[in-house]
């Protein structure tokens, strides 16, 4: 089935810990994203990558990186995990020329 | 940059009934996208309607319609005869066009929607 997936699905993290969340498509879209949502803030941007071999900062940067070797896959580290980052994380993909947006299932990441 | 802002934290309506979510964001740009997304328990995020702003009149989805205000800057949903399926997390979202520097979604801080049986 085409889509976009992301894993793992849920995570508890010891603070200090180094994670990678994964993410890939099988759309071949040239876009991709990653948001985290946190109640009554909605969906905020962390990174982007409009094409493969490029990334940007979105409004939500610090404590993350991204990279984006292939079309297909945008994972997302957390180099050092703090409370704070206890949130749950959105891949989204999108063909540049469209509108709309595909997401993952998310990620619900608790830190400790 | 792109605000978003949903007003309403929570509301709930009785099954049957109609309900209205509010939305107004804040841009500079003339031609845009505006959506609403629905995220029911499931986690999954579904896009339920989508405008464009250069056109004037409002989209509509079977149930589903907005009022779409654009000197306001106002964009609202309303869900007709409101159904049990319907209680979700709603999300107002914004675009730039395709193509331009930074066309990605900004949202809103989203509403809880009860519908009551």
């Known amino acids: 089935i085409a889509g976009i997936t992301q894993a793992p699905t849920s995570q508890i993290l010891a603070a200090g810990r180094r994670m990678t969340l994964r993410c890939t498509q099988d759309?071949?879209?040239?876009?991709m994203y990653w948001y985290r949502q946190d109640l009554g803030l909605g969906l905020r941007l962390i990174h982007y990558s409009n094409t493969a071999g490029t990334t940007g900062k979105g409004e939500v940067p610090d404590g993350y990186s991204v990279s984006r070797a292939n079309t297909d896959d945008f994972p997302l580290t957390l180099a050092s995990a703090v409370p704070s980052q206890t949130s749950v994380y959105f891949c989204?993909?999108?063909?540049?020329?469209?509108?709309?947006?595909?997401f993952g299932q998310g990620t619900r990441l608790t830190v400790v | 940059a792109q605000t978003v802002t949903q007003s309403q934290p929570e509301m709930s309506v009785q099954e049957a009934e109609t309900v209205t979510l509010s939305c107004t964001y804040d841009?500079?740009?003339?031609?845009?996208?505006l959506f609403w997304y629905k995220q029911p328990p499931s986690r999954q995020m579904i896009l339920v309607i989508r405008?464009?702003?250069?056109?004037?009149q409002n989209a509509t989805e079977n149930r589903f319609s907005v009022n779409f205000q654009k000197a306001a800057k106002s964009f609202s949903l309303k869900i007709s005869d409101s159904q049990l399926g319907d209680t979700a997390m709603y999300f107002c979202a914004f675009m730039k066009l395709p193509g331009q520097a930074g066309n990605m979604l900004t949202f809103g801080g989203g509403t809880r929607l009860m519908v009551k049986p």
């Open positions: 841009t500079s740009e003339n031609n845009y996208y």
């Open positions: 405008q464009e702003a250069y056109k004037q």
């Open positions: 989204a993909s999108r063909q540049g020329s469209n509108t709309e947006a595909f």
């Open positions: 759309m071949r879209h040239n876009a």
